[in-house]
């Protein structure tokens, strides 16, 4: 494990590829249809309302909320990459968890790089998400594929979050463990270097705009000043092996566990208390604020989990 290290703004890894437009290969892109068939007179003919459609991932890492829409998203990492390359996609889901549409990104490949997306983040109309050593951008109206940002030296990004600023801030959760931040004109540095980040995996924006980071290798819930990366303060979820980080607006941040299945929920001031468990490989949640509800991915699983919160 390396000393723990932080690199100032004036020492960022400036890389010539940041931030460039993903460049369409032939056909171009096209989003995926909500649920539907053909019928015999060759007509599309949207799936009836009296219908309802579960499931459609593989290997669900994390979703996130659109409000705009009433519409959960979720990343679908697809097959490893020793099976094949390229196979990420993103499903759109109705808040009481029915399909609205199996592959709204990845319905064809055309014009799309999606290798094994991770995390997740929405900021400002756009969709972020964490593809290995890429963070890559799409336009939440459309799924049209935007900017991709190389992170140099990186190895397993996971892990992302993004502030009011558009700054990104994404975990590497396999050797080394760090946290990089890219500003929103790409500049790309590392914000928190080795410890104490063991295994660093959900990343959240708190309602002071700090950096919350949670470990897999530990039960710590750290929050870091986002200019210098200075430790503020570490909270403690009821289990290790973490991986969702969910905060509201009133400080409550939730915590779910991919190793121990729990749920923890921390109160601003208070222990923290396994509101739920028993979940297999509960991933990085998002939470739905209209119905509110977390939303529970679980990876290999090939399912996502619901939980409505108490008023």
Request: net charge neutral; charged share 20%.
């Amino acid at each position: 494990m390396k000393a723990f290290l932080i690199l100032t703004l004036g020492a960022t890894l400036m890389l010539s590829n940041v931030g460039y437009a993903q460049k369409p290969a032939g056909k171009s892109f096209e989003a995926g249809k909500p649920l539907g068939a053909v019928n015999e007179a060759g007509e599309f003919v949207p799936l009836s309302s009296n219908v309802k459609v579960y499931g459609s991932f593989r290997f669900a890492e994390s979703c996130v909320y659109d409000p705009t829409r009433n519409l959960i998203v979720v990343m679908n990492a697809g097959v490893s990459q020793d099976q094949a390359k390229n196979d990420g996609y993103v499903s759109l889901l109705n808040p009481d968890g029915s399909v609205h549409t199996t592959k709204w990104i990845g319905a064809t490949r055309n014009g799309l790089t999606l290798n094994h997306p991770l995390g997740s983040a929405i900021h400002n109309g756009t969709l972020y998400t964490a593809d290995i050593d890429v963070v890559r951008t799409f336009d939440l109206a459309t799924g049209k594929p935007g900017k991709a940002f190389p992170v140099e030296g990186s190895t397993f990004l996971n892990g992302i979050a993004v502030n009011e600023a558009g700054t990104i801030f994404v975990s590497n959760s396999k050797p080394e463990n760090r946290v990089y931040k890219i500003t929103a004109d790409g500049d790309v540095s590392i914000f928190v270097d080795g410890d104490p980040l063991k295994i660093p995996n959900g990343v959240a924006i708190d309602p002071d705009g700090n950096v919350v980071v949670v470990n897999v290798g530990n039960n710590d819930v750290m929050t870091f000043n986002p200019d210098n990366g200075k430790l503020l303060r570490t909270e403690h979820a009821a289990e290790g092996g973490n991986d969702g980080l969910v905060i509201l607006p009133d400080g409550t941040k939730y915590v779910s566990s991919v190793r121990f299945g729990s749920v923890s929920k921390i109160s601003p001031g208070k222990p923290a208390q396994v509101i739920a468990s028993g979940i297999p490989s509960a991933a990085s949640m998002g939470y739905d604020s209209r119905q509110k509800q977390l939303i529970i991915p679980m990876n290999n699983n090939n399912a996502v989990a619901f939980l409505k919160l108490e008023d």
